[in-house]
């Protein structure tokens, strides 16, 4: 684990999760897309997920948007054509569907009810349609974990877009600074620094920090080290 900012962290009353490569792992898609496609699971699960993030910045700059799950067939689309990949239509709604019932990490549940034990209400702030986020929490049993489940559709903006961590303020009625904001993608981390989230980053893969001049409060590779820092912070 790394404590990455230096600074004096305020009393954290609340936490929010990012859910997509953070809670649940995105990457389990890469079975049956093998299976679809042989020797090409691992390069399209890469670029479905590049090409679905890519999009919703995309769409929120321009001010076109459009549901996560569309946005999320749509990468898809794209990622078997560039891979030259032909797709059947049943094949493709599998692979949605599948989307849509993600498995979470193999730690996530015991850490979330840790975490919960400690007396901090939880929250996922993903930019997830409700329906989706609906069907992955019950799927995985995981709805007592959490006090608010806040979609990007609620304000028609993706993150990074400033009105989506607002989504956690409102909910939790907490200053900002009291918000711990927790996300597996570097990029989410630090605009929710930028927002004024404390902010803590599961750097799964060991990638390098990002250079945008934020940097998140502390940084571990999986959600048991944010249960050892939090513990830190409360003492």
């Given at each position: 684990?790394?404590?990455?900012?230096?600074?004096?962290?305020p009393?954290?009353?609340?936490?929010?999760?990012?859910?997509?490569?953070?809670?649940?792992?995105?990457?389990?898609?890469?079975?049956?897309?093998?299976?679809?496609?042989?020797?090409?699971?691992?390069?399209?699960?890469?670029?479905?997920?590049a090409?679905?993030?890519?999009y919703?910045?995309?769409?929120?700059?321009?001010?076109?948007?459009?549901?996560?799950?569309?946005?999320?067939?749509?990468?898809?689309?794209y990622?078997?054509?560039?891979?030259?990949?032909?797709?059947?239509?049943s094949?493709?709604?599998?692979?949605?569907?599948?989307?849509?019932?993600?498995?979470?990490?193999p730690?996530?549940?015991?850490?979330l009810?840790a975490?919960?034990?400690?007396?901090?209400?939880?929250?996922?702030?993903?930019?997830?349609?409700?329906?989706m986020?609906?069907?992955?929490?019950?799927?995985?049993?995981?709805g007592h974990?959490?006090a608010?489940?806040?979609?990007?559709?609620?304000?028609?903006?993706?993150?990074?877009?400033p009105?989506?961590?607002?989504?956690?303020?409102?909910?939790?009625q907490?200053p900002?600074?009291?918000?711990?904001f927790?996300?597996?993608?570097?990029?989410?981390?630090?605009?929710?620094?930028?927002?004024g989230?404390?902010?803590?980053?599961?750097?799964?893969?060991?990638?390098?920090?990002?250079?945008?001049?934020?940097?998140?409060?502390?940084?571990?590779?999986?959600?048991?080290?944010l249960?050892?820092?939090?513990?830190?912070?409360?003492?």
């Amino acid at each position: 684990m790394t404590m990455i900012n230096q600074e004096t962290v305020p009393p954290i009353k609340a936490i929010a999760f990012d859910a997509y490569a953070t809670l649940f792992d995105v990457y389990c898609m890469e079975a049956l897309a093998e299976e679809y496609f042989p020797g090409q699971g691992r390069p399209l699960t890469q670029l479905w997920r590049a090409k679905q993030v890519e999009y919703t910045r995309i769409r929120t700059m321009s001010g076109q948007f459009k549901t996560f799950w569309d946005v999320t067939r749509d990468a898809l689309v794209y990622a078997t054509r560039t891979l030259a990949l032909p797709m059947s239509d049943s094949q493709r709604q599998h692979l949605m569907n599948q989307y849509a019932c993600l498995r979470p990490f193999p730690e996530n549940i015991a850490t979330l009810e840790a975490l919960r034990a400690m007396g901090l209400p939880l929250a996922i702030l993903s930019n997830g349609t409700h329906a989706m986020l609906d069907i992955a929490v019950k799927y995985n049993d995981m709805g007592h974990l959490f006090a608010h489940i806040l979609s990007a559709d609620s304000v028609h903006k993706f993150k990074t877009a400033p009105e989506v961590y607002q989504l956690a303020v409102d909910a939790f009625q907490l200053p900002k600074t009291e918000i711990l904001f927790v996300s597996a993608n570097a990029w989410d981390a630090c605009a929710a620094t930028w927002f004024g989230f404390t902010t803590f980053w599961v750097n799964r893969n060991d990638q390098p920090a990002e250079v945008l001049d934020a940097t998140p409060h502390a940084s571990g590779r999986e959600l048991t080290d944010l249960l050892a820092w939090v513990g830190g912070l409360r003492g």
